[in-house]
């Protein structure tokens, strides 16, 4: 099997997956653990992964128990399938091990119709990455070589129209009713708001909810361009209007941004990682003793905490773009970038990592809590 | 927070077994770190042979120089005071109320420091002269010390721990076992590397254990079993305002039950997944933030590998062996970002030192994996029992990158430099799945011989829980063997062995052929190796990292080739006999080196060290100290040269090897230096220079041996000769204890010849260190030991400048030095080792390499040997005259012994090193340096009551003096049976008690148990024999219960002597520069 690269290269490997060739955008990611959470992220709708970690398959892949009307999918799985157009790894763990166990890594590609290589030098290829940007690239199964027309930008496709859901659905029976707008949402949003005691409307990506009943709207993450989601925008525009609580997570950062009025612009490489440092630059609007909270109704103790964070995005919100009223939440400690925003006075406020994690540490877990918890009031 | 002027850092002391080089490591970077911000730093550590003890050198005070590396001037990551004094209260308190500090660091020094810092705070001295602790509260230090608190604690926030019950009588012990149920887990509060604990599994064996334990610690905790359970760790770093990472989490190959300090421990994880991998990070972040931890811990995990249950088994609340290994495993700088947490700093305003782009408030994310595997050296201790678990026995580690398991492992394996046992291997499969199933330091070896013979990884697992996944990496390797034996070496199975760990000389093996062969082979076949990067980032930013592998998974190399480059060979792994010694030279090397404005290559394999810190040389490649790797290296660098001097035996052997491949190593010709190591060479070298030395001979059947011997008379030393620096020697007295050591050599034959020679009974020894360039002499210090010969000089107690020794003599061991000197052309560091015994001197070794005492005569003189042996191989010239025997002061050396961990060891000296490490101390007079130095290697000084049991005639004669010198100081006398008779005829009055076989009271036994005595004096009967007597048990016992024990007759003549002259004098706490200036 082969990787080839846009810009001429071609990188030899062993096949594991399935037998058949496919196109998409090769970008990398360097968490340790959490592949099958990973694999089934939708917002890798379209995309050749590069594990950066050698050694994938480990710890196998659990049944799949499809889950029972009104109840999300069990962990660790974040949707149906596996989202990732291939994979791209160091070294394939053949034998695997762990008690949740049920079958290979390979097998689960193979049924899945996903290609996946081994041998590679992972690193090598993540420095041409990060050193070129994204690449598009063609994982092909057979003897032919470069062709022109074989690469195909996933971007220019409306990925979200892809992965959301098609009809609506209903979980849980909380009084707090939320309506979660799927733009591909990790199975894990769903579980981190029930699991708060809410009731989750969970709706297409282009669904008008201006009618449902609802208080408080979640706008989840997501592959691809934001720009694409033309419609989301529009209705979280009319939800703007009517001053609903809004929370947007990843993608959801960005098309809250872009309804605002601010900018996005794409990444040279991404975020894919679990170690990203996103500094609280307000305080978490906490629900800490008055002594500790500022005037404003942060908290003093929280501010300039630094969290590691989940993340997967191509993506990002221009910092310097956001319109009067709104401020940056969090900003990325290493390169400065915007990872989340919130307005100053009306209850809005996004996140561009994963507080849901699912792969990666749950740190910031308490942006569901805060959320849950001022709709309460 | 206001930062203090001037802080107090306590060091760990010697090396022992569960507390190694690491704190070298952890407190040099401390160090560094309250440099940069411009705080006076005082160090109190009798390791004399760590960096961190390190001043400027030559006349105080000489400017600072440059450093060519970053600029940095040299004094400045250097401490302002230091003082080489035992760590315990009475010297701390004399030390705080001198120096005055503002700040205490406790948790740099391992559990040494953590104690000491937690006495002063009890008595009340920090809080008396104003010392703030740093960092980690005592409070919360407390809450992980004391086992009741700790369970308490975690309570609080819902975290489990193994059922347990806190108990500080056998009674309640017993109590609280019956309560939990057996088998059962006793552990000993505040004890290091988990001494004093185990399984246990009846009453009977508990109260047993209990006796022991509470000799040296005041609490046990009886706790529930949770052996067979995923054992796993993560390093936590939390700051002031509560920001709080998991540097790394690292899983021990070897289950709960096995020691961590024992276990094979890969990083990260290889068989968690993300919902276990984050569920224990969460909890430790919870349980670090309870606590209140600011700085650096380890939290350690019970992980149920098939429920996901968990129990948290300690947190440490300090720098610690697995948070070095975390650091280098990782790139992230624990030690240095704890110190600067504890002045006050968040972690958001702290640089990843690495990248220097990002911040240090991030976790690593790795591309690579590394896997630790401990170093045992039980073979050199007759009785010990070589089981492993939840005691830590090893003595050292080396750690292996790479970037798949079976890379890691093989190279590991081959980085611990211990020969491979064939006999072992060649047992029967019952044999060797006993080993699986009651693990013994051979585990490894016996897996993989089980494999080979057919056993299924199913059946394994069964016998050792290990992991399926781990054991199936190692099958892996077993059937490329098969592959690679039958197979044609393709380009494609050349790969697959080089990915799969196997070295030139493995396939060689397996191939019939020779290393060199195989290599051509594969150069020829184009599978090369690359040089990848720790970046902390796996590749996301762009870093300037220095901190390099070799892999065979890789497709390209990170960097490009240096200029003017020099490769210092590092020490590999700490065994007996190889310690932080020869880090210390490895580092002045690469100092003097990057002076001389070299960019400067470290090669090592052992996280427990400074050298491979990557800020200590301009490329550190963490890599096997073998001949394969160190030419893959120099073949991509071309550097000018290699230093193969200062890092001990291991590279030692190279020098040759590396001359034949056409790398030109650094100082003496590696053939002079073959010369020194070659029996025979070296023996008709000093016949031609008409040096005298004891009579020898190679012999290769029993039978020669024993007629060599009686020619020679006995007694003899004999030892195979394929071994070296002492491995494997013995004394034989006579005929019969000759076979004896003959038929369990087992194998004397022309492959394995053994070496006989004369042993000379009550003699001196007598060691010169030096430096010379082109054959001649350029510094020299003479030591003397206190004991006579048939102590090795690794256990000896060493004394510089020389007390007893003759002008004479001294004179006659320069010229005989400068002879061998001469002849050898040597440039560079060496060492001769010297008898003296009426008038003859005789030389017994010769190593052309630094040796142990290097730091010792350079801190003592005053003058640093590495550097001026540096600058000799580099062929600069001196016309500086040295003074090393005219001194102020006197020091004194004395081995660290950790025989504590060693079960059914005899705590004796042999001709066969056993220590584990040393210590150093200043005195103005001889006596006052021996008895600190004692006193820093863990000795106490008795009060009142002193067991005395003196075999032999000629010990008690000579020793009597002594006796009725401890009489007149007042101490009261218990005396076994021949001894009580021998000093009631000479008029020395003791208490006579019975032998312990005797079974009659007053016992010896019964007395220790009643911790009635405070000082054993024990000299065995038979010198230089190991032997299973009354005296045996009572050395044993005398460790066990922890009582201080002599049993060499010129060190306790020596002791006794020093205490009588000390009386009422006082030990002074005078720092180094006191004494220099």
């Keep these: 099997m082969k990787l080839l690269l846009k810009d001429g290269t071609t990188i030899e490997g062993k096949s594991f997956g399935a037998n058949r060739s496919v196109a998409g955008e090769v970008v990398f990611a360097t968490g340790m653990v959490g592949y099958p959470e990973a694999f089934t992220d939708p917002s890798y709708a379209g995309q050749i992964l590069v594990c950066t970690y050698p050694l994938i398959g480990n710890y196998g892949v659990p049944s799949f128990a499809k889950a029972s009307e009104g109840k999300p999918d069990a962990s660790p799985f974040e949707s149906r399938k596996i989202q990732i157009a291939g994979l791209v790894v160091s070294e394939y763990s053949e034998k695997y091990s762990h008690a949740t166990a049920k079958r290979s890594l390979a097998d689960w590609l193979k049924k899945s119709g996903v290609p996946a290589m081994s041998g590679v030098d992972t690193r090598a290829l993540t420095k041409r990455l990060r050193e070129h940007g994204v690449i598009l690239g063609y994982l092909s199964s057979t003897k032919y070589g470069h062709g022109v027309s074989i690469f195909k930008d996933p971007n220019q496709e409306n990925l979200v129209a892809r992965v959301s859901i098609k009809k609506k659905k209903i979980y849980g029976k909380g009084r707090i009713k939320i309506i979660a707008v799927d733009c591909g949402m990790k199975e894990n949003i769903v579980r981190s708001l029930l699991t708060r005691g809410a009731t989750v409307i969970r709706v297409p990506w282009d669904y008008d909810f201006s009618k449902e009943r609802y208080h408080g709207l979640l706008i989840s993450n997501g592959p691809g361009d934001p720009i694409m989601a033309e419609k989301t925008i529009e209705h979280i525009r009319a939800a703007m209007k009517e001053n609903k609580p809004i929370l947007g997570v990843c993608l959801g950062n960005q098309l809250l941004a872009l309804a605002a009025g601010a900018k996005t612009y794409k990444l040279k490489y991404g975020h894919r990682s679990q170690n990203q440092p996103c500094i609280d630059l307000i305080g978490r609007p906490s629900f800490a003793p008055p002594s500790r909270k500022a005037s404003d109704g942060h908290s003093k103790a929280t501010k300039g905490r630094c969290y590691i964070t989940s993340q997967n995005h191509g993506y990002a919100v221009d910092g310097k773009s956001l319109p009067a009223g709104w401020e940056e939440w969090f900003v990325n400690a290493n390169d400065d970038s915007n990872e989340g925003m919130l307005h100053k006075t009306k209850p809005w406020r996004s996140v561009q990592f994963h507080p849901e994690a699912s792969p990666g540490p749950t740190d910031t877990a308490w942006i569901f809590d805060e959320f849950i918890a001022s709709l309460k009031k | ?1077």
């Design chain 2, 1 to 1077: 927070m206001r930062k203090p002027k001037k802080v107090l850092i306590l060091g760990s002391g010697g090396l022992k077994i569960g507390q190694a080089g690491e704190f070298d490591y952890s407190g040099s970077q401390a160090i560094k770190a309250l440099k940069e911000e411009g705080v006076k730093v005082v160090l109190i550590n009798p390791n004399i042979a760590t960096i961190q003890t390190d001043l400027p050198f030559g006349a105080l005070p000489r400017p600072p120089k440059l450093h060519a590396k970053d600029g940095a001037k040299e004094g400045e990551k250097l401490a302002d005071t230091v003082y080489f004094l035992p760590l315990t209260e009475q010297f701390a308190v004399q030390v705080i109320k001198k120096e005055r500090p503002d700040g205490i660091l406790l948790g740099f020094g391992g559990q040494t420091a953590l104690n000491l810092g937690l006495a002063l705070e009890k008595s009340g001295t920090l809080k008396k002269y104003g010392v703030r602790v740093l960092g980690t509260p005592v409070a919360a230090i407390r809450d992980t010390e004391d086992r009741d608190l700790f369970v308490r604690r975690l309570n609080e926030i819902n975290v489990s721990t193994p059922k347990s019950r806190a108990a500080s009588t056998i009674s309640a012990a017993l109590k609280a076992a019956e309560e939990i149920g057996y088998p059962l887990m006793m552990r000993a509060g505040f004890a290091l590397g988990g001494e004093g604990s185990g399984v246990v599994r009846d009453a009977k064996m508990l109260s047993e254990k209990l006796k022991e334990v509470f000799r040296s610690t005041p609490q046990v905790l009886i706790e529930e079993y949770v052996g067979g359970w995923k054992e796993i760790e993560y390093e936590v770093v939390r700051d002031r305002a509560d920001n709080c990472i998991t540097v790394c989490n690292m899983e021990n190959i070897d289950p709960m039950g096995i020691h961590t300090g024992e276990s094979f421990v890969v990083a990260p994880s290889q068989t968690l997944n993300n919902q276990e991998y984050h569920a224990l990070r969460g909890i430790a972040i919870r349980v670090i933030r309870h606590l209140g931890i600011v700085g650096e811990c380890n939290i350690q995990y019970a992980l149920h590998p098939k429920t996901g249950d968990y129990r948290v088994i300690e947190v440490n609340a300090r720098l610690s062996r697995s948070s070095a290994l975390a650091s280098k495993a990782t790139g992230y700088p624990l030690a240095h970002v704890a110190a600067k947490l504890a002045l006050g700093y968040t972690l958001p305003e702290l640089k990843n030192s690495v990248t220097k782009q990002t911040t240090a408030c991030f976790e690593p994310a790795l591309d690579y994996l590394v896997l630790k595997v401990p170093r045992w050296d039980i073979t050199k201790f007759d009785n010990a029992t070589s089981k492993i678990g939840s005691e830590m026995k090893s003595v050292g580690e080396v750690m292996a990158i790479g970037r798949s398991f079976e890379e890691v492992l093989q190279k590991a394996l081959r980085m611990l430099n211990v020969p491979l046992d064939k006999a072992y291997l060649a047992r029967p499969v019952g044999a060797l799945l006993e080993d699986i199933r009651h693990p013994t330091t051979n585990r490894i070896h016996a897996i993989f011989g089980a494999l080979r013979k057919g056993v299924s990884v199913g059946k394994i697992h069964q016998l050792s829980h290990i992991d399926v996944w781990f054991l199936e990496k190692i099958k892996n390797i077993v059937e490329l063997e098969a592959k690679l034996r039958r197979g044609k070496l393709t380009p494609a199975l050349m790969r697959e062995a080089k990915q799969k760990g196997f070295s030139d000389r493995d396939i060689a093996a397996l191939k019939k052929t020779n290393e060199a062969k195989v290599r051509a082979l594969r150069k020829k076949l184009g599978v090369l190796p690359s040089i990848k990067q720790i970046d902390t980032l796996a590749g996301e930013f762009p870093a300037k990292t220095n901190y390099l592998y070799l892999t065979y998974h890789g497709a390209e190399h990170d960097i490009e080739h240096g200029k003017n480059q020099a490769i210092v060979l590092g020490s590999g792994p700490y065994a007996i006999g190889s310690s932080v010694e020869f880090d210390w030279s490895g580092v002045q090397a690469l100092r003097t080196l990057g002076e001389k404005g070299y960019e400067t290559i470290m090669i090592n394999s052992n996280p427990e060290t400074v050298s491979t810190d990557y800020d200590m040389s301009d490329r550190l490649y963490f890599e096997e100290l073998s001949l394969e790797r160190v030419l893959d290296i120099v073949e991509f660098e071309k550097p000018k040269g290699v230093v193969v001097s200062t890092g001990g035996q291991i590279p030692n052997n190279l020098a040759l090897p590396l001359q034949k491949a056409g790398v030109h190593v650094f100082g003496t010709d590696p053939r002079n230096i073959d010369r020194a190591e070659n029996r025979h060479a070296f023996s008709k070298l000093l016949d031609t220079l008409d040096v005298d030395q004891p009579a020898w001979a190679e012999l290769t059947s029993p039978s020669a041996a024993v007629k060599a011997a009686e020619k020679f008379g006995y007694p003899v030393l004999v030892r195979p000769s394929y071994v070296l620096s002492g491995a494997a020697m013995s004394v034989a007295l006579n005929r019969e204890s000759l076979l004896k050591y003959l038929k369990r050599a087992a194998d004397v034959s022309p492959d394995h010849p053994v070496v006989i020679s004369k042993f000379i009974e009550n003699a001196r020894e007598i060691e010169i260190d030096g430096v010379a360039a082109r054959g001649s002499l350029l510094i020299y210090a003479i030591t003397e030991h206190v004991e006579n010969a048939g102590t090795h000089s690794g256990d000896a107690t060493v004394v510089l400048p020389p007390q007893r020794t003759y002008l004479e003599t001294i004179r006659r061991v320069k010229d005989v030095t400068k002879a061998i000197v001469r002849e050898l052309k040597i440039t560079g560091p060496f060492n001769v080792q010297f008898i003296a015994k009426d008038n003859r001197l005789q030389v017994i070794e010769c190593n052309v390499r630094a040796s142990r005492s290097f730091p010792f005569v350079s801190k003592v003189t005053g003058h640093n040997f590495i550097d001026i042996a540096t600058r000799a191989m580099l062929g600069e010239g001196t016309k500086e005259r040295y003074r090393t025997l005219e001194l102020d002061y006197v020091a004194v050396k004395s081995p660290q012994f950790s025989y504590g961990r060693i079960k059914g060891a005899d705590p004796r000296s042999f001709v066969e090193m056993a220590s584990t490490g040393e210590v150093a101390c200043f005195g103005d007079s001889y006596g006052e340096a021996l008895l600190k130095s004692m006193l820093a290697a863990g000795f106490r000084l008795p009060k009142r009551n002193v067991l005395v049991s003196l075999g032999k005639e000629e010990n008690k004669l000579k020793l009597l003096p002594a006796m009725q010198m401890l009489v007149n100081m007042k101490f009261k006398l218990f005396a076994t049976e021949h001894t009580a008779d021998f000093l009631a005829a000479n008029g020395v009055p003791c208490e006579k008690v019975f032998k312990i076989s005797t079974g009659q009271e007053p016992n010896v036994l019964s007395l220790m148990e009643q911790g009635a005595i405070d000082l054993i004096i024990n000299i065995p009967t038979r010198a230089y024999e190991r032997e299973n007597t009354d005296g045996f048990i009572i050395r044993r016992k005398a460790i066990d219960m922890n009582i201080p024990l002599i049993t060499n007759r010129q060190l306790a003549e020596a002791f006794v002597t020093a205490l009588h002259e000390q009386k009422g004098n006082g030990l002074k706490a005078k720092s180094w520069s006191e004494y220099r200036a």
